[in-house]
């Protein structure tokens, strides 16, 4: 069975400080794995996903992502952090085949302080 | 492209009526919708998977008749809460893939709708 940990409920950081959001995955075949941001209230926004290829996966709003095999993990990374940030951050992973659900992480609350 | 709307967005009803919840790709046909439940600060737990034209296909643990879903066009999906009670207020999220899209495993979020059982 499909299933991703995220370790860390919540991760504290400065303003202009590299941030890190832990993320591994357990998966049987080659796993589709993507990040999610969350805003109170709202709904899903995408950040960047990893499917083949270079390791590191750049998206949006300066996140990146690095994608290890051996480790099975695939942390979300920025350089600097910005107080524009602190939102709830998801993990996800899926198969490419048709009708397959995205099994989620259970989500770490960024909190970036000025 | 590949925008997914809810309606409503947000919804209060009281306890033993029954809330629809509509969910539509607008620019891409789904066969695949799927209907997450997220909990205040928690993760998103699938309730069920939505294919077109058949019966959805629950998750563990979901009440198939308290959850009626109904997929009956390539772009529309309904969740509809039967007789709800507190306990179902949530925030309910969908999702679609689209069947043209040589990427099986995208899926296309919806802005999400927040129930509230009085």
């Known amino acids: 069975a499909q299933s991703v940990a995220q370790p860390e409920d919540q991760v504290n950081v400065a303003e202009g400080n590299p941030l890190t959001v832990k993320c591994t995955y357990s998966v049987s075949g080659n796993p589709y794995l993507f990040w999610y941001v969350q805003y109170p209230n709202r709904g899903l926004q995408f950040l960047l996903k990893y499917i083949t290829g270079d390791n590191l996966v750049k998206g949006s709003y300066g996140f990146e992502a690095e994608f290890n095999k051996s480790q099975t993990s695939f942390h979300l990374k920025k350089p600097s952090a910005l107080v524009s940030d602190s939102a709830l951050y998801f993990c996800?992973?899926?198969?490419?085949?048709?009708?397959?659900?995205?099994?989620f992480g259970k989500g770490t609350t960024l909190s970036v302080s000025s | 492209g590949a925008v997914v709307s809810q309606h409503p967005s947000r919804v209060i009803c009281k306890s033993g009526t029954s809330v629809k919840i509509e969910c539509r790709s607008l620019d891409f046909q789904a066969t695949t919708m799927f209907w997450y439940r997220q909990f205040p600060k928690k993760s998103l737990m699938l309730m069920a998977t939505?294919?077109?034209?058949?019966?959805?296909?629950?998750e563990q643990g979901v009440e198939k008749d308290k959850f009626l879903i109904n997929h009956a066009s390539l772009t529309l999906s309904t969740l509809t809460v039967t007789s709800a009670h507190p306990e179902d207020s949530s925030f309910y999220i969908c999702?679609?893939?689209?069947?043209?899209?040589?990427?099986?495993?995208?899926?296309?979020f919806g802005p999400g709708t927040r129930l509230t059982v009085t």
């Open positions: 999702s679609a893939t689209d069947s043209s899209g040589a990427s099986l495993y995208e899926q296309y």
């Open positions: 939505s294919n077109e034209g058949s019966k959805a296909t629950y």
């Open positions: 996800a992973v899926t198969l490419n085949q048709a009708g397959t659900a995205l099994i």
